[in-house]
């Protein structure tokens, strides 16, 4: 495998790349933001942050942000590089565009990457067909300070487990936040929230709660370590693979 990881000076592509070398993976690139001041200074042993898109790879890592997500995709199709996409807050376009991306490379998408949230959206999905609606759902999500989008991924993620493992359509039952004269709770309203401060990795939260008891499901992330070394699993995973579109309970095998 030739990897090459974009966005390689942010906080996942740092974490990659100490990753990738612990693992003795083999990075042929790493890219930043064109007009950075990271352009033209040294990445990894070897290597410097470049501009340009990394041809030399077969394997692309993408932790970037939404808006260069579509033309990525078009250079990885364009130069059949196997991709795993780790960028969240994707519009309805950008999250079409993987879908079609998808069609001709193998790709790996995931909200998160870690081994903990992928396990819990199985029991989310699990807990939500055990538990019906007279228990009220409500998702609290919190990261650091820096996080550009909100709700966080992996909180869509999680709603989305409980509207399958309901049998409903999240769009029909979310709501995001509350603020106001918002009226009393309906049944089967799917509630997300999401809290930002100071350097919190990534908690989050599903709480069912009934007139009688409460059932309450939590991860912790406490490094991006966990999700880095997801990503990483992803990229070896991808290798052979026919085109299609992956999520990590494909790469994990549950
Ligand atoms: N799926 C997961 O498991 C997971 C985990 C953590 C973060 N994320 C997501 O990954 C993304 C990045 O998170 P972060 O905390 O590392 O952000 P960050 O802002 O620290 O890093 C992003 C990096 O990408 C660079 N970048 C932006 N556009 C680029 C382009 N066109 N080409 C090359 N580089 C470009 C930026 O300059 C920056 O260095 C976010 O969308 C975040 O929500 C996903």
Redesign the pocket.
């Known amino acids: 495998m030739k990897l090459a990881i ?8 740092q ?1 990659l790349l100490a990753n990738a070398k612990d693992l003795g993976l083999d990075v042929v690139a790493v ?4 007009g ?1 001041a ?1 352009i033209g200074q040294p990445a990894a042993p070897g290597l410097v942050y470049q ?1 340009d898109w990394p041809t030399n790879a077969d394997t692309i890592i993408d ?6 997500v579509i ?2 995709l078009r250079n990885a199709v364009a130069n059949r590089q196997a991709y795993v996409l ?4 994707l519009t309805p376009e950008e999250r079409a565009a993987v879908d079609e991306a998808a069609k001709q490379i193998p790709l790996c998408f ?5 081994l903990g ?1 992928n396990l819990l959206l199985g029991l989310v999905r699990r807990a939500a067909q055990v538990l019906d609606d007279s228990y009220d759902a409500e998702i609290v999500e919190m990261h650091h300070r ?4 909100a709700p ?3 909180a869509l993620g999680l709603a989305q487990a409980l509207a399958q493992g309901r049998g409903v359509n999240l769009d029909d039952e979310a709501i995001y936040g509350r603020h106001g004269i918002v009226g009393e709770r309906p049944r089967g309203q799917i509630a997300v929230h999401a809290l930002r401060g100071g350097s919190v990795v ?1 908690d989050h939260t599903v709480i069912f709660a009934a007139d009688e008891e409460r059932v309450e499901l939590t991860h912790k992330a406490s490094s ?1 370590a966990a ?1 880095a070394k ?2 990483l699993k992803a990229a070896q995973w991808l290798q052979g693979r026919t085109p299609g579109l992956y999520d990590m309970a494909d790469v994990l095998g549950f």
């Open positions: 974009l966005g390689g000076a942010g906080r996942m592509g974490m890219t930043e933001i064109p950075s990271h501009a932790f970037t942000f939404h808006t260069c033309p990525n780790g960028t969240t807050g995931a909200p998160n990457f870690s949230v820096h996080k550009k989008d966080s991924g992996t990534g991006r999700f997801g990503a």
